[in-house]
Nanobody, 126 residues
């Protein structure tokens, strides 16, 4: 069973910074993408940032970012360790949300599946 552990959420003032971390583990895991999503009550969960391994059909040399966070957030990962971080700078009140780590992975060469962390709250206040 794949397990995802998230950390780094919390309360920060407008203009501050936070760093979210996620580690995926499991027997036979082969991760093909590592992503961060966020969701606020009553709104659809949205993709914040994503990176892809070289064997992913979505592989790109550059990470994917939502327009609202470009220039402020940076996603980085280590596919050898199955970890992904999201550095969030110049945080704004509209960034307040529950942030979810997501990985797409195969287990022992099986079908690719999506796995989710339980979410971590990020609150930005003035």
């Amino acid at each position: 069973q794949v397990q995802l552990v998230e950390s780094g959420g919390g309360l920060v003032q407008d203009g501050g910074s936070l760093r979210l971390s996620c580690a995926a583990s499991g027997r036979g895991i082969s991760v093909r993408s590592m992503n961060w999503y966020r969701q606020t009550p009553g709104k659809q969960r949205e993709l914040v940032a994503a990176i892809y391994s070289r064997d992913s059909p979505f592989y790109d040399d550059s990470p994917t970012y939502d327009d609202s966070v470009k220039g402020r957030f940076t996603v980085s990962g280590d596919f050898a360790k199955n970890t992904v971080d999201l550095q969030m700078n110049n945080l704004k009140s509209e960034d307040t949300a529950v942030y979810y780590c997501n990985v797409a992975a195969k287990i022992f060469g099986g079908y690719e599946m999506n796995y989710w962390g339980k979410g971590t709250q990020v609150t930005v206040s003035s």
